[in-house]
């Protein structure tokens, strides 16, 4: 077996934030708390959780822009902090969101500036670029001012610098959001053709659909610390080997979801607010049978909708993560 | 052309066009210049005591360059801050020095626009006559009093990484500065132990220089001196930036939240 390329061992991550403008309190932060694991070469890995969970930081750790507080992590064997530079020349990577970018220039302009501080051979910048350009679509709009692009547009040009040095390890923190679905599609070709050519990726996403249909192996972080890892399948199995039900319901009795809780063969219930009904996600063992019992549970509710299916990664994160609140 | 020069260059020619780029920075770069030849005239009329209307014009146009130096490098950072570029140029494999390196030298270099304008303006509004006592070592003294100025900036800016309310303190130092290295009135006019500050800045030296040049007098030790000190600025500012750069990434001041 070949050395892993992504190795994190006990990484952790406090930051120090001040509050009060008379009596200045200092309070500690811990963004993450202890987290290790590895990838290995050629794999898509994904990093889930909810908001603040600690990907974001974990990932700048990775990209040598913050300093673990404890713990180590290395990138094709290189220490993220002793050999930073070592690093900062192997890898790419993508922030979500429509900073970082000089607005006043052209796409050209800034991908011609990045080239050159990215160390991309002068006599390569031109093609690179114009390949890249294909690659996420924006071609024939490179020569028009950022400031003037929509926000997907802007995304698609991250992608674009962070891909110029063809760097072997690629960095993705929400890399889809803000792009439209025909878009984001098209990235997330991008992302597995990107495996393909051999490259290794580490991904975080909202989007549950996403991570399942382009992860190899996914850990899920809440509060800092990972509750889960597995593949996809693994997941959905750790979670609920059974099917779920949805039930869509209006004017559900008080305490509905408890009710639903008891019948027999049922492992998990959660509730989803849709605009006047609720959505009771219920995840019950294989060849669970007991639909009309779960229907006489909600008593007078005026039911919408009623419907079995496989369960997705969406109801195994949704487990995992309220499982680390809970 | 090697790795360092390629970085200068096209540095350069981005940081010049993104600045130029920006309505305010422009509009302050044209209005500037007629404000400090008409300061400069009045206070040369208001009775400086040595030397002639060119002198108090080379000392508005040197100015005008320390303000946009001062307005670029002290920028450099919080702008790279708020636009959300500066983690992503810290992280380049080129490291963030050679991105400060040429964009405190294209403020420097725009202020010369300044120093031009402030001699025509001069010219045109005030009569200022321009005879140049030392044609080549004038032409000389302007791009090594950028070179100082400019390295004082990357010196200055260096610290910023740091502090994310630190170009306010740029700021403040405009004016202390232009004081001290005798760009507003001569050094002898000042209190004797304000004196050896001024000894320091090479504003305070590159403006001897573009003086002696133009008004006569000896030119090449002061622009000796203000080479020698934008060569330890230069050094200084590359070791506060790694310095600054270590502990920015463990205080997590890089970013904006
Ligand atoms: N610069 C900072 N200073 C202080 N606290 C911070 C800083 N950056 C992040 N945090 C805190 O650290 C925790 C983890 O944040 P992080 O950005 O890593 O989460 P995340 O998993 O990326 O969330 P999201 O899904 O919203 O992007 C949060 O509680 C956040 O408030
Ligand atoms: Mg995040």
């Known amino acids: 077996m070949t050395a892993p390329v992504i190795e994190v061992e006990g990484l952790r991550r406090t930051y120090r934030v001040s509050t009060g403008a008379v009596r200045r309190r200092t309070l500690e932060v811990e963004a993450v708390r202890g987290i290790s694991f590895s990838v290995g070469e050629g794999e898509l890995f994904g990093l889930l959780g909810p908001n603040g969970a600690g990907k974001t930081t974990t990932i700048k750790m990775l990209i040598t822009l913050l300093v673990p507080t404890s713990g180590t992590a290395r990138v094709l064997g290189f220490d993220v902090v002793r050999q930073s530079r070592e690093v900062r020349k192997r890898i790419g990577y993508v922030f ?21 501080l990215y160390g991309v051979p002068p006599r390569e910048q031109k093609r690179r670029i114009f390949e890249l350009l294909d690659l996420v679509g924006l071609n024939g709009r490179e020569g028009e001012r950022v400031e003037g692009y929509s926000r997907g547009m802007r995304q698609r040009l991250h992608v674009a610098r962070g891909l110029l040095h063809d760097p072997p390890v690629v960095f993705l923190d929400e890399p889809t959001i803000g ?15 990107l495996v393909s050519a051999g490259k290794t990726v580490l991904l ?14 996914i850990a899920v972080i809440a509060k800092g610390q990972i509750v889960a890892e597995g593949s996809p399948s693994a997941l959905k199995a750790m979670v609920t080997d059974g099917v779920v039900v949805e039930l869509e319901a209006y004017d559900p009795p008080p305490g509905g979801a408890d009710a639903l809780r008891r019948v027999p063969g049922v492992a998990r219930v959660t509730v989803e607010e849709r ?3 609720q959505l009771f996600v219920v995840q019950a063992a294989a060849g669970f049978e007991g639909t009309p019992e779960l229907i006489a549970a909600l008593g007078d509710a005026r039911l919408t909708r009623v419907a079995t299916r496989e369960p997705t990664l969406e109801d195994a994160y949704v487990a995992l993560v309220e499982g680390a609140s809970g | 052309m090697s790795r360092a020069a390629r970085l200068i260059a096209i540095g350069w020619r981005h ?19 007629i404000l400090l030849s008409t300061v400069a005239f009045f206070m040369f009329r208001a009775g400086a005591r040595e030397g002639t209307l060119l002198y108090a014009s080379l000392g508005a146009g040197v100015m005008g360059i320390w303000s946009s130096t001062l307005f670029g490098s002290g920028g450099a950072i919080s702008w790279a801050r708020r636009e ?7 992280v380049s494999p080129a490291g963030y020095f050679w991105v400060l390196l040429p964009q405190t030298i294209a403020t420097a270099s725009i202020g010369l626009y300044s120093l031009v304008a402030t001699l025509v303006w001069g010219r045109l509004l005030f009569g200022v006559p321009f005879a140049i006592a030392h044609p080549l070592a004038f032409v000389v003294s302007i791009p090594v009093t950028v070179l100082g100025l400019g ?16 170009n306010a303190l740029s700021n403040m130092l405009e004016f202390p500065v232009l004081f001290v290295s005798g760009l507003l009135v001569p050094l002898s ?9 001024g000894w320091l800045l090479a504003p305070t030296w590159g403006m001897r220089a573009v003086r002696a040049a133009a008004l006569g007098g000896n030119p090449w030790p002061p622009m000796g001196v203000t080479v020698g000190l934008a060569g330890a600025y230069l050094t200084l500012g590359a070791l506060f930036l790694r310095l600054f750069l270590r502990l920015a990434r463990e205080r997590a001041t890089l970013a904006l939240t």
Request: contains cysteine.
């Open chain 2, 151 to 166: 390295m004082l900036g990357l010196l200055m800016a260096s610290t910023f990484v740091l502090y994310r309310h630190a």
């Open chain 1, 275 to 277: 605009d006047q009904a």
């Open chain 1, 204 to 217: 975080t996403t909202h989007y549950m659909f996403e991570a399942d249909a382009l992860c190899n192996r």
């Open chain 1, 179 to 193: 792009v439209d679905p025909v878009g984001a599609r098209e990235l997330r070709a991008t992302m597995a053709a």
């Open chain 2, 84 to 90: 959300g570029t500066l983690e992503v140029l810290v």
């Open chain 1, 96 to 116: 979500g969101g429509d900073r970082g970018l000089y607005d006043r220039l052209s796409g050209l302009d800034n991908l011609r500036y990045f080239a050159e």
């Open chain 2, 15 to 33: 940081h010049v066009r993104n600045l130029t780029a920006s309505r305010f920075f422009v509009v302050t770069s044209v209005f500037l210049p």
């Open chain 2, 189 to 197: 006019a000042l209190p004797v132990w304000v004196r050896p500050v």
